[in-house]
């Protein structure tokens, strides 16, 4: 079973709005931290939030704070990432991830866990 599975990247106009998902296998979800991610090709990884299991503790990345909401749905075992008032430099390749909470913020881990990725594109 793949451990991360994202969705609802796409393209969208400066301003707009975008919700993605992750949907996590029950034992990663459980286990693990969850995060954000987002890489444009020929720079670094950017973290953009994290949320600790329960809904216990949200971070976010400077960038993104107050226009992007971190979210878990305990039922579904899904992560959500609400991203209003996007900006053309949010167009980005958005990876979901897991890890030990104490990581999660991290660029990267020895126990990351990652997302295949989905593209977000804002136009200006």
């Known amino acids: 079973q793949v451990p991360l599975v994202e969705s609802g990247g796409g393209l969208v106009q400066a301003g707009g709005s975008l919700r993605l998902s992750c949907r996590a296998s029950?034992?990663?979800?459980?286990?693990?931290?969850m995060g954000w991610f987002r890489q444009v090709p020929g720079k670094d990884r950017e973290f953009v939030a994290a949320?600790?299991?329960?809904?216990?503790?949200?971070f976010y990345g400077d960038s993104v704070k107050g226009r992007f909401t971190i979210s878990i749905d305990n039922d579904l075992m899904t992560m959500y990432l609400q991203m209003n008032d996007l900006e053309p430099e949010d167009t980005a390749l958005y990876y979901c991830a897991a890890d030990m909470f104490a990581n999660i913020r991290a660029i990267n881990s020895g126990r990351r866990l990652w997302g295949q990725g989905t593209q977000v594109t804002v136009s200006s």
């Open positions: 949320i600790g299991s329960g809904n216990s503790a949200t």
């Open positions: 029950e034992r990663t979800f459980r286990t693990y931290a």
